[in-house]
């Protein structure tokens, strides 16, 4: 049952979240032949602000062994 969390700086409207939410719905179905009864998407939006502390540190730099595509950016550039 794959449950995808997508974070994401705020200001998207929902209109593009609906549809990333569809797409990803749909490339998890015909990747990893589930259906759509099986797949969750989520977003959660986090402040560049806080971006370093929620994300970065936790979710990239703590947990890189599980990454399967590293971010293209230095936090220090943004």
Avoid: N
Avoid at 20 to 32: F, G, N, P, Q
Avoid at 44 to 66: C, G, H, L, M, N
């Amino acid at each position: 049952m794959p449950h995808v969390i997508v974070k994401l700086w705020p200001g998207k409207s929902e209109q593009q979240k609906q549809e990333l939410a569809e797409r990803i719905t749909y490339d998890v179905m015909d990747v990893l032949h589930y259906g759509e009864e099986s797949v969750s998407v989520a977003f959660e939006e986090v402040k560049s602000s806080e971006w370093r502390e929620k994300v970065y540190q936790p979710d990239i730099v703590a947990k890189r062994e599980q990454l399967y595509k590293q971010p293209g950016y230095d936090m220090d550039d943004l």
